[in-house]
């Protein structure tokens, strides 16, 4: 499976910017699907996931009400739309593809990951 995220990019504080992850290979139906975060310093950590179906979605407490994660299964993209960004959501976004959705631990394919800055 190959993932390719896109709409990273400079934001203020309280923006809102949606991020894109194109999937590609077989069977990429098959996989949850999850964004990842890496602040400057910090280890990666978990921002949110969504099952196969799309039925099931699944976030981090600090993103809770202020970012959704959505997939469209006709095109093998996934979205992650932020809203009322923070200084604290500064990081490289990473797409992954998971073999559940309810265990960030699975996650077994990657993307190179997409840039979000928010300055205060």
């Known amino acids: 499976v190959q993932l390719v995220e896109s709409g990273g990019g400079l934001v203020q504080t309280g923006d809102s910017l949606r991020l894109s992850c194109s999937a590609s290979?077989?069977?990429?139906?098959?996989?949850?699907m999850g964004w990842f975060r890496q602040a400057p310093g910090k280890e990666r950590e978990f921002v949110a996931t969504i099952t196969w179906t799309g039925g099931g979605t699944y976030y981090a407490d600090s993103v809770k009400g202020r970012f959704t994660i959505s997939r469209d299964a006709m095109s093998s993209t996934v979205y992650l739309q932020m809203n009322n960004l923070k200084a604290e959501d500064t990081g490289v976004y990473y797409c992954?593809?998971?073999?559940?959705?309810?265990?960030?631990?699975?996650?077994?394919?990657w993307g190179q990951g997409t840039l979000v800055t928010v300055s205060s």
């Open positions: 992954s593809a998971l073999r559940r959705a309810s265990d960030p631990q699975s996650a077994v394919h």
């Open positions: 290979g077989r069977p990429v139906p098959s996989y949850a």
